[in-house]
């Protein structure tokens, strides 16, 4: 059983994990992302509770809405591909938030690659 210090190590951890990490619920707000990706995708305090769909190209939001219609409806595939914004390019990784077997959401890895 864990403890309430080990969640304050834990998001600690993963504030410094070099890899972005952005959780969405299951109608796309964003509910939590860690500190590296404030620093290389673009996340802000203000951003929490919002869609995030409001944020990216239609495209991206095509693929947004795919993803968690997969989820909602029982889906739970991992989804993987490479993205290039300018400068930068991301290995992606989306697969879904349980919580105790159940969907909340989905969860967003990004890696800067390079």
């Known amino acids: 059983m864990s403890t309430p210090e080990d969640s304050i190590i834990a998001l600690d951890l993963l504030d410094q ?3 972005a990490v952005t959780a969405l619920d299951r ?14 995708v673009d996340r802000k305090p203000e951003y929490l509770g919002r869609d995030i769909r409001g ?4 495209e991206s939001n095509a693929k947004v809405e795919s993803i968690l219609n997969a989820y ?3 889906g739970r595939e991992e989804y993987n591909w490479r ?6 390019e991301f290995q992606i ?3 879904p938030w349980l919580q ?8 967003h890895a990004a ?3 390079g």
């Open 17 to 19: 994990t070099p890899v």
């Open 27 to 40: 109608q796309g707000d964003i509910v939590f992302y860690n500190q590296y990706a404030a620093g290389i």
């Open 55 to 58: 944020f990216h190209k239609p």
């Open 72 to 74: 909602a409806q029982g």
């Open 83 to 88: 993205l290039k914004r300018g400068d930068k």
């Open 93 to 95: 990784r989306v697969r």
């Open 100 to 107: 105790d077997g159940r969907w909340m959401g989905l969860v």
């Open 111 to 113: 890696m800067l690659l």
